[in-house]
């Protein structure tokens, strides 16, 4: 199973991005993907995930700011970050978890994709 994140770029506070991660391989299913982020000095932590079921989950600092999404024929998901704040600076990284392959039930990272917000 591999992860290709991309979207990532600069951006003005207040400006948008829209991240994508594509699931690749042999795939059945996969039981939650989300969006994890971390910033120089800080500790990698959870922006939003979203289950096969379509349940979305975000972390309090992007609530209302960021959609989670997802295209499940594709394997594919979405992270559209609006409103963006400096703060939102950091290396954004892929998750899948629980995915369903021909070898067994496997968690898989993409490669991080950078997001700058400055001015």
């Known amino acids: 199973v591999q992860l290709q994140a991309s979207g990532g770029g600069s951006v003005q506070p207040g400006g948008s991005l829209r991240l994508s991660c594509a699931a690749s391989g042999t795939i059945f299913g996969i039981n939650t993907m989300g969006w994890y982020r971390q910033a120089p000095g800080k500790q990698r932590e959870m922006v939003a995930t979203?289950?096969?079921?379509?349940?979305?989950n975000y972390a309090d600092s992007v609530k209302g700011r960021f959609t989670m999404s997802s295209d499940k024929a594709k394997n594919t998901v979405y992270l559209q970050m609006n409103s963006l704040k400096p703060e939102d600076t950091a290396v954004y990284y892929c998750n899948a978890e629980g995915v369903r392959t021909l070898k067994g039930v496997k968690d898989a990272w993409g490669q991080g994709t950078q997001v700058t917000v400055s001015s």
């Open positions: 979203i289950t096969s079921g379509g349940s979305t």
